[in-house]
């Protein structure tokens, strides 16, 4: 029952995927308008959905068990981190791509794949789940991650903690939880028309992130894809060392069942989307980032439906 269960929330994933795949085939897509679509779930939909869905299914007591399972993700990322530092030196990764194979490793695609992949696996009940993993793989991403990736450029190497940090940590879809969380605790209730706007805005999160993902992966050319010992390094990551460490981790924090479970498939996801982008912006091996995050995207076609079976 499982099994078919996971089958047929991927088989519905696949489906909308291909949609994006054939018409980016076709040229429906350009780099303005697939950029586009990012910027419709990150700006849009996804804060919308956020705001509607947290502040009409919790309530305060809900909200302690919630920050509790934080610790979970948070805890499991910081092995993963120091398991990459030790893949990299064991793999003899390259110095100039180290930083990026280690940032590849330990931090996933938690919003643009896990919002999609958890909705059609757990339905809505995930998303605050899905969110709270999102919480931490944003801060370790966008602190210890972006670090390690300037490391392997030209640029100079920022500050762990800046502005821009902060800046891209709090990014649209985390200020709307936070706002969110905010109403619930203030025992605030928004006019039905904004929940009703909310809820009508967010239910394009998961057929646009989709679509995303399809079109990007038209663009991959599979004859240059070469599964070398620092890719099979990232995928060992991706969706053995990282899932594995969710489970070590909440075997000594007691969280539900169901929380567990989403946050083992958001660690089993590909790797960031924008490891590539700060690869560019540091001049750093651009491909080689490319490369790892189409891989992993692969990948995740086989992963999740396995980890939905075995949790």
Known sequence: ????????????????????????????????????????????????????????????????????????????????FLFALLAARLLKVP????????????????????????????????????????????????????YCISTDGESASPDILSMTTLKNIFSPPLISFTAAILLILASVKLPAFLLATAKYLGNMTTPLSLLFIGVVMQGVDLKKLRLDRDILGVLAGRFIVSPLAVLLVAAYFPIPEFMKKVFVIQAALPAMTQTSILASMYKADVEYAATLVSVTNLAALVAIPVYMVLV
């Open 95 to 146: 110095a100039k791509r180290s930083g990026t194979f280690v940032s590849s490793f330990f931090s996933s695609s938690a919003i643009f794949v896990g919002v999609p992949v958890n909705l059609a696996l757990f339905g809505e009940s995930s998303l605050p789940f899905v969110l709270l993993y999102f919480l931490a793989n944003a801060v370790w991403f966008w602190t210890v991650g972006n």
């Open 1 to 80: 029952m499982v099994f078919f269960q996971a089958l047929q929330g991927i088989l519905s994933i696949l489906a909308m995927v291909l949609v994006g795949y054939f018409l980016a085939a076709r040229g429906w897509f350009n780099q303005e308008t697939t950029s586009l679509l990012p910027r419709l779930v990150n700006y849009v939909s996804l804060p919308t959905y956020m705001l509607w869905n947290l502040t009409t299914t919790f309530s305060k007591d809900k909200l302690s068990e919630m920050v509790y399972g934080l610790a979970v993700p948070l805890l499991s990322m910081l092995a993963s």
